[in-house]
């Protein structure tokens, strides 16, 4: 399974190869010039095919689901915020989605998870860019990251209270803060 931009066309396209040798294709989004900086996961819960990505025409973050039914369904994420680039997605175990991503501009690392009650926007770090998401065995998400000088890595941790374990029922607290 792999998320490309079909660089003549601007379109998102998502390729997955069955179990004979041939490969398929489809897109995913044409509305513009989009695809840039995919990340493509598939849904621990029922498989299906899910893709961060950047929509340069608009200058906006997008994320994408293949429903079984109906199709991709895409929308807009953080649309107060110029920023898209070098998206990193990582689902947790329920399926939900994490998004690790960089303002337009070059550099603000910022966070975008969904829960029950929507999506939530996170800045990381304001001077990082291009991270990499990772969610450990409780769905805690760390990324690591340039700092805007180029020449450092660096590693964010979401701060959880309380510790490990979560409370029965999967799910514990955490504050908006990064360490």
Known sequence: HISYRQHTL??????????????????????????????????????????????????????????????WWNTVLDPDTSAGKYTSL?????????????????????????????????????DGFDGSLALDKYGVPSFSYWGSDMHSLHFARKVCLPPHPPFPGGSHVCPISFS
Do not use: F
């Open 90 to 126: 990582a689902l947790g175990s329920s399926g939900r989605p994490h998004i690790s991503y960089t303002a337009s501009s070059g550099t603000g690392l910022y966070y975008a998870n969904w829960d029950d009650s929507g999506w939530h926007y996170t800045v990381v770090d304001a």
């Open 10 to 71: 601007g379109n998102l396209k998502y390729a997955w190869k069955d179990s004979s040798t041939l490969w398929s294709r489809e897109t995913v989004d044409s509305a513009g010039d989009v695809g840039k900086y995919s990340s493509l996961q598939l849904s621990p819960v029922n498989g299906i095919p899910t893709i961060s990505y950047w929509d340069a025409m608009n200058n906006k973050l997008k994320y994408a689901e293949k429903s079984p039914n109906t199709g």
